[in-house]
């Protein structure tokens, strides 16, 4: 059976990109997002399909949490914790792991002072201070309650009576906070 066109081993096209002649048979067929889009382009102006177009074509199952979860009820026999003072020792089967604050210079010690890798154990000293969020500008004019805070010369004060023109700075009315 005859083909209706011819084989094309001499034939001459020009590159739809560049706009370059070379062989009919050595031009290759573009393909952008899985398409084939008839593009003939020349060996230099042609590349792949860039994987960021196929974003979306196809269906990802990427689920980030589990389902029907279970909590860790071998806490204080999960195994030893893994610090072996001495060749052969097994550790501290008695807390797990999780009794360790692992990083560098953790919290609560560091190597200088955890005699035989230890566990540091977080210990707070002292009290926690007043937290004050959106404090106002003193002012002369306004009569401010106890514990009002207030902002004046860039540090920040609180009432420790009531008062009236009674600048922040004075301490029978106020404290530095």
């Avoid at 003072?85 to 807390?95: A, C, K, N, Q, R």
């Avoid at 154990?121 to 009290?127: P, Q, T």
């Avoid at 009569?143 to 009236?164: D, M, R």
Wanted: charged share 15%.
């Amino acid at each position: 059976m005859p083909n209706n066109f011819a084989s094309g081993k001499f034939a001459i096209a020009e590159c739809d990109r560049c706009g370059f002649r070379y062989k009919l048979t050595q031009l290759k067929n573009l393909v952008i997002k899985t398409k084939n889009v008839s593009i003939k382009v020349c060996p230099t102006c042609w590349e792949p399909d860039q994987p960021q177009l196929s974003i979306g074509l196809y269906p990802v199952n990427d689920p980030q949490a589990v389902r029907e979860p279970r909590p860790d009820v071998s806490y204080n026999s999960s195994g030893t914790s893994g610090l072996q003072l001495s060749p052969g020792d097994t550790g501290y089967p008695e807390g797990g792991s999780r009794i360790f604050q692992w990083g560098w210079r953790p919290v609560g010690g560091a190597a200088a002072n955890d005699s035989g890798l230890t566990p540091n154990y977080l210990n707070s000293v002292g009290a926690v201070g007043t937290v004050m969020i959106n404090v106002a500008a003193w002012s002369a004019v306004i009569e401010y309650a106890q514990n009002t805070p207030v902002s004046y010369s860039g540090g920040y004060y609180l009432a420790i009576k009531s008062n009236i023109n009674h600048v922040p700075t004075d301490i029978t009315y106020w404290v530095a906070n």
